[in-house]
């Protein structure tokens, strides 16, 4: 089972677009809502996080939406570009998970020049 | 330079063998992890160390144990390996174990099982 869903596996934007990634949970306990960049060949990097408490979360072109009550989370990539294309994994833990992060399957963007 | 490093990048292994998969952090970071991420699955937690201690086992099988000789060493040694195993095997570190500690993840191993 499951326990974090995203979607839609792949997307393809043109550069300059907004690419909106889906995420949902089921775990009530999880709380904090990292997302990881990852480029072939390379390991994840953590690229933003929000906590449970906020709804939402800016860095730049990077915003979280959360929605506590729907479990679910979106990442939006505003004015995408070419070198945003990569693979985003939303994961999740709860307090005190020591750190143990629940990955989904990921969402592999292509930004088109 | 990379901060994680992880031996070998590739690694191809017979059915009922054994490997052991390096990495090694210069980060300064007390705590490792080991992940897994394979075609059909997720990324997958694995083990947590802290301070070279065993924090978390998510893993089923005894065929994977962590190695830590150092603070900043946790290997991985696979015994009688299965192709179901192949995937790429990814070493993390954090400074704590909190549970909003960022996680440095090094490029992987990848390992095939023929």
């Known amino acids: 089972q499951q326990q974090v869903r995203q979607s839609p596996q792949s997307l393809t934007v043109w550069e300059g677009e907004t690419a909106i990634l889906n995420c949902s949970y089921e775990?009530?306990?999880?709380?904090?809502f990292p997302w990881y960049q990852q480029f072939p060949g390379e390991g994840p990097a953590l690229l933003i996080a929000?906590?449970?408490?906020?709804d939402k979360k800016e860095d730049g072109r990077f915003t979280i939406f959360f929605n506590k009550r729907e479990k679910k989370l979106s990442l939006h990539i505003t004015d995408s570009q070419p070198g945003d294309s990569a693979t985003y994994f939303c994961?999740?833990?709860?307090?005190?998970?020591?750190?143990?992060?629940?990955f989904g399957q990921g969402t592999v963007l292509s930004v088109i020049p | 330079d990379p901060k994680i490093i992880q031996k070998p990048k590739y690694l191809v292994a017979v059915t009922g063998s054994e490997k052991i998969l390096i990495c090694e952090q210069y980060?300064?970071?007390?705590?490792m992890y080991w992940y897994r991420q394979s075609a059909k699955k997720p990324l997958e937690f694995m083990f947590s160390?802290?301070?070279?201690?065993?924090?978390d086992n998510q893993t089923a099988s005894s065929r994977f144990q962590p190695q830590s000789s150092k603070k900043n060493h946790l290997d991985l040694q696979i015994t009688a390996l299965k192709p179901d195993d192949s995937a790429t095997y990814f070493c993390?570190?954090?400074?704590?174990?909190?549970?909003?500690?960022?996680?440095?993840f090094g490029h992987g191993t990848k390992l095939s099982v023929l």
């Open positions: 993390a570190s954090s400074h704590g174990t909190s549970y909003n500690e960022r996680l440095f």
């Open positions: 775990n009530s306990a999880f709380d904090y």
């Open positions: 929000i906590r449970s408490v906020s």
């Open positions: 994961a999740a833990v709860a307090t005190g998970g020591n750190n143990k992060l629940t």
């Open positions: 980060l300064g970071h007390n705590a």
């Open positions: 160390y802290s301070y070279q201690k065993l924090m």
